[in-house]
């Protein structure tokens, strides 16, 4: 059983599109993260929600929507897609907010054409 | 804000020789985490080794250790009898403080294993 897993792993769409990542943790995890690694690398975290309540939410485009259905689950939605928004976008969770160690899923690679 | 600083951007060792990579940060808080993450060509982040600043002993992990320097703000990762499979890239990272919930990634050391 994968702990973290994303959906989808790949995706390739046009600019101005409207695309989802799904992100599910079965490690019974109370927070949930977003982050995005850029082309050179660079891991940055966007949104965090703990027990579903956002309690993170860095500087990000409101194109970018984070939402957590119940404490498991946190996707992502983007809206108007841009070229710059390609990235390998990653969730992770950690036991409970500041508790340090995050477990991450392996990416979902979104590139814009 | 914390930052956390990687100073090399690449580096490479042979086969069963020892390897560091360094790492510096930048925090005033007295209490935090600080990690190594490797991320190998498959994308996955793993994590390596933890150490709580309030510990004193250096955290060890099979072939990794670190050293933990608190007033220097310097936390180095050592790779013993380097394998193949340490073939990476590995990220130091921060979290406490303001920052507490959060990591705060280096830029990353892309580690290269010889045969």
């Known amino acids: 059983d994968t702990a973290v897993s994303q959906t989808p792993k790949y995706l390739v769409t046009q600019m101005g599109n409207d695309k989802s990542i799904k992100c599910e943790q079965n490690l019974g995890h109370d927070t949930m993260y977003w982050y995005k690694q850029d082309s050179k690398k660079f891991l940055k975290i966007m949104f965090s929600y703990n027990n579903k309540e956002l309690i993170i939410n860095e500087t990000v485009p409101n194109r970018f929507s984070p939402k957590s259905p119940d404490k498991a689950h946190l996707n992502l939605h983007i809206n108007s897609l841009e070229l710059g928004d390609s990235a390998v976008y990653f969730c992770a969770s950690s036991q409970r907010q500041g508790h340090g160690e995050l477990f991450f899923g392996e990416g979902s690679r979104l590139t814009v054409l | 804000a914390q930052t956390v600083t990687q100073s090399q951007p690449e580096m490479s060792v042979q086969e069963a020789e020892t390897v560091t990579l360094s790492c510096t940060y930048d925090?005033?808080?007295?209490?935090?985490?600080l990690f190594w993450y490797k991320q190998p060509p498959s994308r996955q982040m793993i994590l390596v080794i933890r150490?709580?600043?309030?510990?004193?002993q250096n955290a060890t992990e099979n072939r990794f250790s670190v050293n933990f320097q608190k007033a220097a703000k310097s936390f180095s990762l050592k790779i013993s009898d380097s394998q193949l499979g340490d073939t990476a890239m590995y990220f130091c990272a921060f979290s406490g403080g303001t920052s507490y919930g959060k990591l705060t990634f280096g830029q990353g050391t892309i580690l290269t294993v010889h045969p």
């Open positions: 150490q709580e600043a309030y510990k004193q």
């Open positions: 925090t005033s808080e007295s209490n935090y985490y």
